[in-house]
């Protein structure tokens, strides 16, 4: 399971990265052209983590679990931090 850090009270996520060169700035895992919208929209439409693992097989599962709890924060209105 992904290890997710907390600095202060907010939550940081490793394996997210925001980058303009890639997807437009979208929050993207770990740099690669997958971004958290597409992770989310993939479990949303009824994928499940072992096919969207087969779906990229460079993805991991930590990288889809972190996808996932950076939209639930997101989604709550929380801080994020992003790794430097």
């Known amino acids: 399971m ?7 009270d907010v939550q940081q996520f490793d394996r997210i990265t925001m980058d303009p060169e890639v997807m437009g700035g979208k929050p993207c895992i770990r740099g690669m052209r997958v971004t958290v919208g597409m992770i989310v929209g ?3 439409a009824g994928r499940t983590i072992e096919q969207l693992l087969a779906d990229f097989p460079y993805v991991e599962e930590a990288d889809i679990l972190e996808a996932l709890a950076f939209a639930a924060r ?9 790794a430097s």
């Open 2 to 8: 992904s290890e997710l850090r907390y600095h202060n």
């Open 42 to 44: 993939a479990m949303a």
């Open 74 to 82: 997101l989604a709550q209105g929380h801080e994020i931090r992003l």
